[in-house]
């Protein structure tokens, strides 16, 4: 078995990821609720837990012994973040973070402390933006490939030398909501392979991401459920 050094991009087959959704062939750690947020959100991993890079993991105060726990036996050192998780946005997103090759994308303004430490020690270029929900509005395809709803995500990130898909908002549930992000609703499972929670082809974009995934030699692979649904990322730690 071996870590995920870049986080959100694995080289091999996953066998091991942080989500609240079971994946066939993937061993799937539960992500634990936080009853502070709301129900369709109190176990979205994508908000409690940041993959950092290499082997290190940012949790929030919350979870942190819950995580340290379930992570460190796999080779994982997990930091406890220093914001904890409040109900209401943008007090619900300081470890929602982008991190997408050797940048991390998020709003600087609710960062976890910690994690722009991490960041600024380790040569990670931070990109500021206004969207907090960052990772659930990225989904990282490569470490300059990028798709997202998320127009200040784009620009920025094109500004930065990376290939973007935009995307229409909407297409995906996320109960309570008007709509989720497709970076919640998703997360790769191989170089190859990205795995999304529902049937991507009720998705109004589906022809333009499919023929941009094959661009990039990036196949599909779907849930049973008819349409994606918000779950809070899919963290990919441990391939083959």
Avoid: W
Avoid at 144 to 155: E, L
Avoid at 194 to 213: A, E, M, P, Q
Wanted: hydrophobic share 40%; aromatic share 8%.
């Amino acid at each position: 078995m071996n870590l995920v050094k870049t986080p959100n991009l694995p080289e091999k087959e996953v066998l091991v990821a942080v989500s609240d959704l079971e994946i066939q062939n993937v061993t799937c750690i539960k992500p634990k609720p936080i009853p502070a947020l709301p129900p369709s959100m109190r176990c979205h991993a994508d908000l409690q837990l940041c993959h950092l890079g290499e082997n290190v993991l940012l949790a929030a105060p919350e979870v942190y012994t819950y995580y340290k726990e379930k992570l460190s036996p796999l080779g994982f050192e997990v930091l406890c973040g220093e914001t904890p998780i409040d109900s209401t946005y943008p007090h619900d997103a300081a470890y929602n973070i982008a991190r997408v090759g050797n940048v991390a994308f998020h709003n600087p303004e609710i960062t976890d402390s910690v994690a722009r430490r991490y960041f600024a020690e380790n040569g990670i270029l931070f990109i500021p933006v206004k969207q907090g929900y960052a990772k659930c509005s990225v989904l990282p395809l490569d470490a300059h490939t990028i798709v997202t709803a998320d127009a200040g995500i784009k620009r920025e990130a094109e500004k930065n030398g990376f290939s973007v898909l935009e995307i229409s908002p909407g297409g995906v549930l996320l109960p309570g909501f008007s709509y989720g992000f497709l970076g919640g609703a998703a997360g790769k499972l191989s170089k190859e392979a990205v795995y999304v929670t529902g049937k991507l082809s009720r998705h109004g974009d589906y022809k333009n991401i499919l023929n941009f995934f094959a661009k990039k030699s990036i196949k599909i692979r779907e849930g049973s459920i008819p349409n994606p649904v918000d779950i809070g990322s899919i963290l990919p730690l441990v391939t083959v």
